[in-house]
């Protein structure tokens, strides 16, 4: 597998790529030299950025190789989302761990712009003792106003409470709890918090709707004198209105670390004493770098290996923690989806998957998403993971229905699988024992006890003696070794179900062969 790294990202973070066995080209250039950039991304399974690289729809459409982009970082405003769902591509971030640095770094530009550190600094760096012109402001018994209570607004609001600031924010999308949780007191309209504030800090995604959200009418609202920063995204704060509120002395100084357009030495916002401007350096620091180095590593190689990552952006939001709980139910999903296309033929309608007992309780989603992705696995190959799977199902009209149930007859927790087609339903379900040990409970009504295994061969036939015995013979004639057998009987119906494991791969000849034996009805070799 090839990775390009297109930013500077932690050594270790390199090291990591290449320990795990990858092929990596570094080439810092190829964030900003777009042609070359596409002229050699099909060459690469998997590609990490930072902020610079534009990942957009004209890059997937060369990129015809590519699994995985691994954004060094947490904001994923660069990369499009929707194209790289639709190809099936993983995009995977790592949120958590420059989370404290652009914190710091966001208290960092607000106490220097409000006591003008940088601008004495350099009066005195060109021999000028003056201590005039650089009058500030306390924090103490301020109101601080944070748009965006998140990961890192809720670290600014903790750190910033210990200044003896009043903490407000405004956050539509978070419960009262968490408020509650921080000691910030919540601000129904973004105009109250505007009003009300001494100074304003923005900590929100780039979104259609913050995009601008602080612009010419808020700063006609706001308290003459406020101070802002910005170190989420560029024109969060409109730079345009910043700048017209500055000059008429609305806004006393302002901290920004982003900017609209990056790279950029042109902005006026460059021209203008009290503003304070860093070139994007929220993130950098030793720790936050090491930190997000490795964790891009570790996760660029999970998604291309086509495990699930915590931090994948278009896959549903998981923690470490949830991850390792769920691993197992991943894998048993995958098992019991990628039986149907190997023991059926006809075309899916319809999936049901009915989740009861312990299960129930989880992040079902996902292994609803790991059963889709069984299902088609073995029809599809590698051009369906976790990220496309739903997408597939949608695009070939099946219906997904995932339902949960508290009572789980005998089994702790247990899954099962309806496959509806035109004509029939095929079941299968399994659980999980132990925590970790997979087990195929039932096809199709039949009942059993099977742990899955890489080769297995599934048969039915009429309920009669010899038939164990002329399969065994047979398979003995062609040297693969039975490893367990399992065999499942329908009293009624005089026809049993059999479930062999063997230790290799089974030919096709021994197959019809076995398929040509007297009461076989069906004889299927499945690989999982
Ligand atoms: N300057 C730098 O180097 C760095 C910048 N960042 C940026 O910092 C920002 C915040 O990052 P996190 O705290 O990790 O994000 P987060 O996702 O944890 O928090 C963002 C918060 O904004 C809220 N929000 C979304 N839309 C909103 C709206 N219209 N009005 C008010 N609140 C809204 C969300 O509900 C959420 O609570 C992001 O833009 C990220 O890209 C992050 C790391 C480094
Ligand atoms: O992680 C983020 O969102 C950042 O803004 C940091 O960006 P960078 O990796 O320094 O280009």
Same mark, same amino acid.
């Given at each position: 597998m090839k990775v390009l790294v297109t930013e500077k990202i932690a050594d270790k973070g390199i090291e990591a790529l290449k320990n795990s066995g990858m092929e990596v080209d570094v080439d810092f250039q190829l964030c900003v030299e777009r042609?070359?950039?596409?002229?050699?991304?099909? =060459?690469?399974?998997?590609?990490?950025?930072?902020?610079?690289?534009?990942?957009?729809?004209e890059f997937y459409q060369h990129? +015809?190789?590519?699994k995985v982009v691994g954004r060094a970082g947490n904001g994923v405003d660069n990369i499009e989302m929707e194209g790289? +769902?639709?190809?099936?591509?993983?995009?995977?971030? +790592?949120?958590?761990?420059?989370?404290?640095?652009a914190a710091e770094h966001s208290i960092g530009l607000l106490i220097a712009s409000c006591r003008n550190i940088p601008q004495a600094n350099g009066f005195i760096k060109n021999r000028n003792w003056d201590r005039s012109g650089f009058k500030g402001v306390e924090l103490q018994g301020k109101t601080l106003g944070i748009v965006g209570l998140g990961r890192i607004g809720s670290l600014v609001a903790t750190r910033m409470q210990s200044f003896g600031m009043k903490v407000v924010a405004y956050d539509p999308y978070i419960t009262e709890e968490r408020f509650k949780k921080f000691g910030v007191e919540k601000k129904e309209k973004l105009e109250d918090l505007v009003k009300e504030s001494d100074f304003i800090s923005i900590h929100t995604p780039k979104t259609e709707e913050t995009f601008g959200m602080i612009g010419e009418k808020e700063f006609k609202l706001a308290k003459k004198g406020v101070r802002v920063?910005?170190?989420a995204r560029g024109g969060i704060i409109c730079e345009d209105a910043l700048v017209k509120a500055m000059k008429e002395g609305i806004v006393a100084s302002a901290g920004i670390d982003v900017l609209v357009d990056e790279p950029n030495t042109t902005s006026p916002l460059l021209d203008i004493d009290n503003v304070i401007i860093t070139p994007h350096l929220g993130a950098d620091t030793v720790e936050a770098q090491d930190n997000v180095g490795v964790t891009i590593a570790h996760e660029v190689v999970s998604a291309l290996k086509g495990e699930m990552v915590p931090n994948a952006v278009n896959l549903p939001t998981l923690h470490h923690?949830?991850?390792?709980?769920l691993q197992s139910y991943l894998e048993l999903g995958e098992v019991l989806g990628k039986l149907y296309h190997q023991l059926e033929r006809d075309a899916i309608q319809k999936i049901e998957v009915i989740y009861s007992g312990a299960v129930a309780e989880m992040e079902t989603s996902v292994i609803t998403l790991a059963i889709l992705k069984g299902v088609f696995e073995p029809i599809l190959k590698e051009r369906v993971n976790y990220v496309n799977a739903s997408l597939i199902a949608k695009n070939r009209g099946i219906s997904v229905v995932e339902s949960k149930e508290t009572v789980n007859g005998n089994y702790m927790n247990k899954i099962r699988v309806n496959i509806v087609t035109k004509d029939k339903t095929f079941t299968?379900?399994?659980?999980?024992?132990?925590?970790?040990?997979?087990?195929?409970?039932?096809? =199709?009504g039949f009942e059993f006890d099977v742990i899955p295994m890489p080769y297995m061969l599934v048969a039915n036939n009429h309920d009669k003696p010899g038939m164990i015995g002329q399969m065994g013979t047979l398979l003995g004639a062609s040297k693969v070794n039975i490893a367990t057998m399992q065999v499942s009987r329908n009293f009624k119906a005089k026809e049993a179900m059999m479930f062999l494991t063997v230790d290799s791969e089974v030919a096709k000849e021994t197959l019809n062969l076995i398929g040509n034996i007297d009461g076989i009805i069906k004889i299927n070799f499945v690989k999982l």
């Amino acid at each position: 597998m090839k990775v390009l790294v297109t930013e500077k990202i932690a050594d270790k973070g390199i090291e990591a790529l290449k320990n795990s066995g990858m092929e990596v080209d570094v080439d810092f250039q190829l964030c900003v030299e777009r042609e070359r950039l596409l002229d050699v991304i099909k =060459n690469y399974d998997a590609i990490v950025v930072r902020s610079v690289t534009k990942v957009n729809e004209e890059f997937y459409q060369h990129a +015809t190789n590519l699994k995985v982009v691994g954004r060094a970082g947490n904001g994923v405003d660069n990369i499009e989302m929707e194209g790289a +769902t639709k190809r099936g591509i993983i995009v995977v971030n +790592t949120p958590e761990a420059n989370t404290v640095s652009a914190a710091e770094h966001s208290i960092g530009l607000l106490i220097a712009s409000c006591r003008n550190i940088p601008q004495a600094n350099g009066f005195i760096k060109n021999r000028n003792w003056d201590r005039s012109g650089f009058k500030g402001v306390e924090l103490q018994g301020k109101t601080l106003g944070i748009v965006g209570l998140g990961r890192i607004g809720s670290l600014v609001a903790t750190r910033m409470q210990s200044f003896g600031m009043k903490v407000v924010a405004y956050d539509p999308y978070i419960t009262e709890e968490r408020f509650k949780k921080f000691g910030v007191e919540k601000k129904e309209k973004l105009e109250d918090l505007v009003k009300e504030s001494d100074f304003i800090s923005i900590h929100t995604p780039k979104t259609e709707e913050t995009f601008g959200m602080i612009g010419e009418k808020e700063f006609k609202l706001a308290k003459k004198g406020v101070r802002v920063v910005n170190c989420a995204r560029g024109g969060i704060i409109c730079e345009d209105a910043l700048v017209k509120a500055m000059k008429e002395g609305i806004v006393a100084s302002a901290g920004i670390d982003v900017l609209v357009d990056e790279p950029n030495t042109t902005s006026p916002l460059l021209d203008i004493d009290n503003v304070i401007i860093t070139p994007h350096l929220g993130a950098d620091t030793v720790e936050a770098q090491d930190n997000v180095g490795v964790t891009i590593a570790h996760e660029v190689v999970s998604a291309l290996k086509g495990e699930m990552v915590p931090n994948a952006v278009n896959l549903p939001t998981l923690h470490h923690h949830e991850l390792e709980s769920l691993q197992s139910y991943l894998e048993l999903g995958e098992v019991l989806g990628k039986l149907y296309h190997q023991l059926e033929r006809d075309a899916i309608q319809k999936i049901e998957v009915i989740y009861s007992g312990a299960v129930a309780e989880m992040e079902t989603s996902v292994i609803t998403l790991a059963i889709l992705k069984g299902v088609f696995e073995p029809i599809l190959k590698e051009r369906v993971n976790y990220v496309n799977a739903s997408l597939i199902a949608k695009n070939r009209g099946i219906s997904v229905v995932e339902s949960k149930e508290t009572v789980n007859g005998n089994y702790m927790n247990k899954i099962r699988v309806n496959i509806v087609t035109k004509d029939k339903t095929f079941t299968v379900a399994g659980t999980i024992f132990a925590k970790k040990d997979a087990r195929i409970v039932e096809v =199709n009504g039949f009942e059993f006890d099977v742990i899955p295994m890489p080769y297995m061969l599934v048969a039915n036939n009429h309920d009669k003696p010899g038939m164990i015995g002329q399969m065994g013979t047979l398979l003995g004639a062609s040297k693969v070794n039975i490893a367990t057998m399992q065999v499942s009987r329908n009293f009624k119906a005089k026809e049993a179900m059999m479930f062999l494991t063997v230790d290799s791969e089974v030919a096709k000849e021994t197959l019809n062969l076995i398929g040509n034996i007297d009461g076989i009805i069906k004889i299927n070799f499945v690989k999982l």
